[in-house]
């Protein structure tokens, strides 16, 4: 849950004690940082007396504030730490370990805003309820960048498109030297039906593949376009996907293979 809140914007401390809250929203305020969260467990167990006055001193400075508890059946739970190979904190049979636990905690449980039961959710399914109840939106970054597979594709991509196909501009003297930026370029590109046609199913595939991505609950997805030296067809396709799919929060990183100049 913590890894979904930082990925939302939080900034994230695990296990800060108790004691040290004040002074952590002292430095938060001073760095004008406004999504913050605090983890506690077991692990805390020897600062975990100062819980109930801490939590009431900070109450009364942040109106704002909202205490989360997660809970789960002891068998789950005794089937998630196998599963992870990790010992208990408390250092006892797991089960015993449990039960101690759950006694330690009572007084965050019993001041919390919201308890949710995790026994029968997925990590996702947790994710996203977090996400909705805090009215949070899942980033998400459509990175796209243009290349020319002469000079070789990138190897961070996650989907590589080859648009070579498409009308080359290279062969036209007034254009060879001109970027896919420019629109006259860009129109030679997209000059006739069959390129608007596989244009379209581009763009497509390329919407379907980044939602999937995003469903899944990634925070970004990289389309690399590429041509032959990457600087007519591909640029213009990759410039046009950033405008057709803006809704995908999309960030144009390169185009990896013509002057700076020409787009700077």
Known sequence: MLRTL???????????????????????????????????????????????????????RREDLHVLFLEADAQVLLKRYNLSRREHPLGDTLM???????????????????V??????????LSERVLKMF???????????????????????????????LPNPYYDPVLREKSGLQPDVAAYVFRDAASETFYAEVRDFVRMSAERAKSTGR????????????????VAVAAR????LIDLNVDVIDHRDIKEAEYA
């Open 241 to 244: 996907l950033a405008s057709d």
């Open 219 to 234: 925070h970004g997805y990289t389309v690399a376009v590429g041509c032959t030296g990457g600087q007519h067809r591909s």
């Open 96 to 114: 015993v370990d449990f039960a101690k636990e759950r006694e330690l905690l009572a007084p965050l449980r019993a001041m919390a805003d919201t």
């Open 135 to 165: 009215r949070l939106e899942h980033d998400f970054t459509l990175r796209i960048l243009s290349f020319g597979f002469k000079h070789a594709p990138p190897r961070d991509a996650d989907l590589v498109v080859d648009v070579r196909s």
């Open 6 to 60: 930082e990925d939302a914007g939080f900034f994230i401390t695990d296990n800060l004690p108790p004691e040290l809250w004040g002074a952590m929203d002292d430095l938060v305020r001073a760095r004008g940082l406004r999504r913050v969260a605090v983890s506690t467990d077991a692990r805390t167990r020897d600062f975990l007396a100062a819980l109930e006055p801490s939590y009431v001193r900070l109450s009364r």
């Open 116 to 125: 949710i039961d995790t026994t029968s959710l997925t990590a996702k399914e």
